[in-house]
């Protein structure tokens, strides 16, 4: 049985055995060698969400978070608590993310009827302000309460430093609610 298996053929036989199957003829060289078109598909980006809240209060904030979603969820657990001192709800202010969709304080005006903007971590030129704010320092403008703040990461720990700052934004926040 080892005999039949170590047979040997001349090349000659084996290309007339299987000439059909491994030569191929002019028209099947053609067809081989024809272009392949590939119908050219339209990749579309998927625009992460930029803007998320009920806005009922007409309250803009303003973050720049280079995340999936809008704000991160320590943040807006973080505003709640800050909202709820300030006799407001999560759900009368929407949340803007630059990052994922530079906006202009022009456009937030018309499109979101902001009577506030609370920008978090954000310079005033990114979003079209030529003038330098100072942190915590109220500016009105067509009836628009403004108020730049640092990143709420700096108010998320338990030190001394942390609550000073949380001081700052609180004193602010207490002018511009009437609290």
């Known amino acids: 049985m080892n005999d039949l298996q170590n047979i040997k053929l001349p090349g000659f036989l ?21 272009p392949v078109v590939v119908p ?11 803007c998320q809240g009920e806005n009922k209060g007409n ?3 303003v973050v720049s978070q280079e995340i999936e979603g809008v704000i991160i969820s320590d ?13 407001h709800s999560i759900q009368d202010v ?18 979101f009827k902001s009577k506030t903007l609370l920008v978090f971590d954000v310079a005033p030129s990114l979003i079209g302000i030529p003038a330098v704010v ?3 320092e109220i500016r009105v403008d067509n009836n628009c309460a403004i108020m730049f ?13 942390a609550k000073q700052i949380k001081m700052k934004l609180w004193t602010s926040l207490k002018k511009i609610f009437n609290v």
């Open 14 to 34: 084996v290309t007339d055995w299987y000439k059909n199957h491994l030569i191929l003829s002019e028209q099947e060289r053609k067809e081989v060698l024809q």
């Open 40 to 50: 050219k598909v339209e990749v579309k980006e998927i625009e992460k969400p930029w």
């Open 59 to 61: 309250i803009t904030i």
């Open 75 to 87: 943040w807006l657990t973080f505003l709640g608590n800050v909202l709820k001192a300030c006799k």
């Open 94 to 111: 929407v949340v803007v993310n630059i990052a994922n969709h530079p906006i202009s304080y022009q456009q937030i005006r018309e499109q």
């Open 134 to 136: 100072p942190e915590y």
């Open 149 to 161: 703040s640092e990143s709420i990461d700096k108010m998320l720990p338990d030190t001394p430093e």
